[in-house]
């Protein structure tokens, strides 16, 4: 398979909690970033895919973000700054941020991954066809459970990940073996 870009969400997914943790608090999971840059050594383009109500609230700004993601190698940032009640179209689960890269970036997001621990990170990879990876840090658990005891309806109940991982590296050993 030929994977042109790889989309993580930042709380839960490389590390903090459930809970959203500002730049300069904000740890990796351990190994996270070495899974980073054995996807980067391979070519794989590295995006931030999250929403970060914070920073209409004043509470953070998308520059510190940015420069916290970078740090951890990313490549680009795809952020969503807007509270559950703005009426954006960039919040996920809307996949216009993968949309917005893929115009960007000329990806085809059919050859695109995403690896989150939300349903709304589900929710959009599959509304465009991307690779779908769940893994069970941060929130991931709970989705985890929910999804396994089908306590989903409509639509939340229609999407089943392509893979299920511990986490982050795992689901990055599995992308490699893919390969």
């Known amino acids: 398979m030929n994977i042109q870009a790889v989309f993580i969400d930042r709380d839960g997914t490389i590390g903090g909690s459930d809970k959203v943790i500002y730049p300069g608090e904000f740890e990796l999971f351990p190994y996270v970033a070495e899974s980073v840059q054995l996807l980067k050594k391979s070519g794989i383009l590295i995006c931030s895919f999250t929403n970060q109500p914070g920073i209409s609230k004043g509470e953070s700004t998308f520059q510190r973000f940015e420069t916290e993601l970078k740090d951890f190698g990313f490549d680009k940032i795809y952020l969503c ?57 941060g929130s991931g658990k709970e989705t985890f459970d929910k999804y396994k005891n089908n306590g989903f309806f409509g639509r939340w109940e229609e999407v089943k990940p392509d893979y299920v991982a511990e986490d982050l590296n795992e689901a990055v050993k599995w992308l490699m073996a893919t390969l």
């Not at 809307?94 to 349903?119: F, T, Y």
């Not at 959009?124 to 840090?137: P, S, W, Y």
């Open 81 to 137: 700054p807007h509270q559950h009640n703005e009426g954006c179209i960039c919040r996920k689960p809307s996949p216009a941020m993968l949309e917005n890269a893929a115009k960007e970036n000329s990806l085809d997001l059919k050859k695109c991954v995403v690896i989150g621990d939300r349903w709304t990170d589900m929710l959009a990879a599959d509304e465009v066809g991307c690779i779908k990876i769940l893994v069970k840090t």
